[in-house]
Nanobody, 116 residues
């Protein structure tokens, strides 16, 4: 099973930007849909953005126009460019294929904190 390692999080002021990276332990070229998820304290994990092997993307309403997902199959890496960050974007961010199932394994994630 392919494992994923997320990185790039940190503390940023409102309106700032971050670029998250998700590097896989194996090839992701055959994974049809890859996604970025996030989980804020006390809330359920949610799918934030996804990208297909064909480059089709989708976003949850709260991040549309601010986040951009991309993938580089040659580097086995998925990215999430986050601009115009808001305090409500504060969460731990994870990547995984879409959809997830009961046996899906989650990495350690990368923490994003948006605060002045």
């Amino acid at each position: 099973q392919v494992q994923f390692v997320e990185s790039g999080g940190g503390l940023v002021q409102p309106g700032g930007s971050l670029r998250l990276s998700c590097t896989a332990s194996g090839r992701i070229g055959t994974i049809v849909i890859m996604g970025w998820y996030r989980q804020a304290p006390g809330k359920q994990r949610e799918l934030v953005a996804y990208i297909t092997t064909g480059g089709t993307t989708g976003y949850t309403d709260s991040v549309k126009g601010r986040f951009t997902i991309s993938r580089d199959n040659a580097k086995n890496t998925v990215y999430l460019q986050m601009d115009s960050l808001k305090p409500e974007d504060t969460a731990a961010y994870y990547c995984n294929p879409v959809p997830v199932v009961a046996t899906t394994s989650w990495g350690q994630g990368t923490q994003v904190t948006v605060s002045s």
